[in-house]
């Protein structure tokens, strides 16, 4: 079988670094890969090549190649976007586009589908108030799509541009649309945890850090309140989720943006979990307005039944399978607690 050629951006970020992994694991691709720094050892020796440098910039380096799929991870993440916002909608935003364009460009010449796989993120919701977040519950795909983030518009504006060059750039009827339209897909994911990495520029990075903290005996001040609630994800899952939403055959998707989830838990469950496992651990709760802000404007949990129906999305992590069966253990070897 002849392998596919991937390209992974943002390789270097916490999804790249486990994605890379993936794909080498699960054979079959050749893998190029793109981020602002230099590759870590983790990932150094799978990668065929790597660019490094600003997307932006440094996208003609990408018109050599036959790309079959493009995992575009790059972005600036909620919190460090609010600092810089027109910076972050440079990275997010003009990062994307050029990639669309490029995989678009590349479908319609080469009479091929190129695989645009998007991560977006439950930031491109935007609940108006805390009353409306605990009684919304789950939220399904498109409701509440008001974001209050930069990051959250990006994202959400980015999912829009990636069904526009898949559904109707060029504004062919749909008759007479060819086959090979760029196959976007995108899965918005909750705050997601490893226990081989750390988050940065999030607002969801509480729950790592936290935990991270506790597993090392470091005392950690949790930037939300202790009741501040939003679904969680094993990075595991979140690599499983978007290996599965790639191979699925185009006719099965009956959308093109998905939910996934895996478990929601508050803020004070996770210091309580913590606790139960590092019985020392120092965690206190000091609440920063601007981050608090952000994570009240989030779902407190998703419904990813789409997901669940087309093409038989479950997490293989609820809480329990979470802490029990992949952080507790991986986090123990590698601190050595
Ligand atoms: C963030 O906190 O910005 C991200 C996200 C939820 O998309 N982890």
């Known amino acids: 079988m002849t392998e596919r050629l991937v390209l992974v951006t943002g390789a270097c970020g916490e999804i790249g670094q486990a994605l890379v992994q993936g794909l080498a694991k699960q054979g079959g691709y050749r893998i190029i890969t793109a981020d602002l720094s230099p590759l870590p050892d983790s990932i150094k020796a799978i990668a065929l090549e790597h660019a490094q440098g600003d997307l932006v910039y440094k996208i003609k380096t990408f018109y050599d190649y036959d790309f079959d799929i493009i995992f575009h991870l790059a972005a600036s993440l909620s919190s460090k976007a609010e600092v810089s916002s027109e910076d972050a909608h440079r990275i997010n935003v003009e990062g994307t586009m050029q990639l669309l364009m490029l995989a678009a460009y590349r479908s319609e010449k080469y009479h091929k589908s190129v695989k645009f796989m998007f991560p977006s993120s439950i930031a491109a919701y935007g609940m108006p108030d805390l009353n409306v977040k605990k009684s919304a519950g789950c939220v399904k795909e498109d409701e509440y799509n008001l974001p209050h983030t930069m990051y959250g518009c990006n994202k959400l504006y980015?999912?829009?541009?990636?069904?526009?060059?898949?559904?109707?750039?060029?504004?062919?009827?749909?008759?007479?649309?060819?086959?090979?339209?760029?196959?976007?897909?995108?899965?918005?994911?909750?705050?997601?945890?490893?226990?081989?990495?750390?988050?940065?520029?999030?607002?969801?990075?509480?729950?790592p850090e936290m935990l991270h903290a506790a597993a090392q005996g470091k005392p950690y001040a949790c930037f939300v309140r202790e009741d501040t609630k939003i679904s969680f994800m094993a990075m595991p899952d979140a690599i499983k989720s978007l290996l599965m939403l790639l191979d699925v055959p185009r006719e099965k998707l009956n959308h093109q943006v998905y939910n996934a989830a895996a478990f929601a838990l508050t803020a004070g469950e996770f210091r309580r979990r913590a606790l139960k496992a590092f019985p020392g651990a120092q965690i206190t709760?000091?609440?920063?307005?601007?981050?608090?802000?952000?994570?009240?404007s989030w779902p407190e949990d998703v419904d990813d039944s789409?997901?669940?129906?087309?093409?038989?999305?479950?997490?293989?992590?609820?809480?329990?399978?979470?802490?029990?069966?992949?952080?507790?253990?991986?986090?123990?070897?590698?601190?050595?607690?």
């Open 158 to 207: 980015c999912e829009k541009l990636g069904i526009y060059y898949s559904k109707y750039y060029g504004q062919k009827h749909l008759d007479e649309q060819p086959p090979y339209m760029l196959d976007f897909r995108a899965i918005r994911f909750p705050g997601l945890i490893s226990a081989f990495t750390l988050p940065s520029g999030g607002t969801s990075d509480y729950g």
């Open 285 to 296: 709760f000091e609440p920063n307005l601007r981050r608090q802000g952000i994570v009240d």
């Open 306 to 337: 789409l997901a669940r129906a087309d093409w038989g999305w479950q997490p293989d992590y609820d809480a329990d399978a979470f802490f029990d069966d992949y952080f507790l253990p991986e986090i123990r070897k590698r601190y050595g607690k």
